[in-house]
């Protein structure tokens, strides 16, 4: 079945380091992929998307490519600030998974000053 | 943009009471809404799909009668912990899908989260 591959943390990083968080994804078609970003003590919130292949997916400085040949949709940030400490979510959602969401495991991101 | 809204947004009970949680989509119709179970540290958990008007579709494993969805209209479900136990305490999170226009994919909009704890 479809799923999502997800980088395991936790990550920590010096302030204006650069940032990769990898994600893969297993699917039949072609699903639209997301990052999700989860503040402590809060939801999730939407950071960025991607609708097909080759689509980037860009917020706050974040940016995700939609791979379709590598299946893989990696998140990055060139200079990662404190206030991005958080925990970020792969996800995939299509036609063939019924639009269901699927999750990555999540991985933990602790920016030191 | 969307918002949803969960309420409480923390919650203490005695074991054996009935908590009620709500979920409301403030600014567009949500016919389907789901309800996730994240413990300390771990990814989300699906616990059921909460269709509006029909009966709710849950997940292998989650007990029906312990968690009680009603989704009553186009902006509100509720997730009811009934006779909850400390096992039960962790933190429970909804979200609404909201169809984009223009053949855009389905984004899920998630609410703040509910943080259940039983003594």
């Known amino acids: 079945g479809d799923s999502v591959t997800q980088m395991e943390g936790p990550v920590t990083l010096s302030e204006e380091a650069f940032l990769t968080i990898n994600c893969t994804y297993t699917?039949?078609?072609?699903?639209?992929l997301f990052w999700y970003v989860q503040y402590p003590g809060e939801g999730l919130q939407l950071l960025l998307k991607a609708t097909k292949a080759d689509d980037k997916g860009s917020n706050k400085g974040f940016e995700a490519t939609y791979r379709k040949e590598t299946t893989s949709f990696h998140l990055e940030k060139g200079s990662v600030q404190v206030s991005d400490s958080a925990v970020y979510f792969c996800a995939l959602s299509g036609q063939n998974t019924g639009n269901q969401f699927y999750f990555g495991t999540g991985t933990s991101l602790t920016v030191i000053p | 943009g969307a918002v949803v809204s969960q309420h409480p947004s923390w919650v203490i009970c005695k074991s054996g009471t009935s908590v009620k949680i709500e979920c409301r989509s403030l600014?567009?119709?949500?016919?389907?809404m789901f309800w996730y179970r994240q413990f300390p540290k771990q990814s989300l958990m699906l616990m059921a799909t909460s269709n509006e008007g029909s009966k709710a579709t849950y997940e292998q494993g989650v007990e029906k009668d312990k968690f009680l969805i009603n989704h009553a209209s186009l902006t509100l479900s509720t997730l009811t912990v009934t006779s909850a136990h400390p096992e039960d305490s962790s933190f429970y999170i909804c979200s609404a899908r909201e169809l984009l226009g223009g053949g855009g994919a389905n984004v899920l909009t998630f609410g703040a989260g509910s943080r259940l704890t039983v003594l």
């Open positions: 699917a039949t078609g072609y699903p639209s």
């Open positions: 600014d567009f119709q949500a016919t389907t």
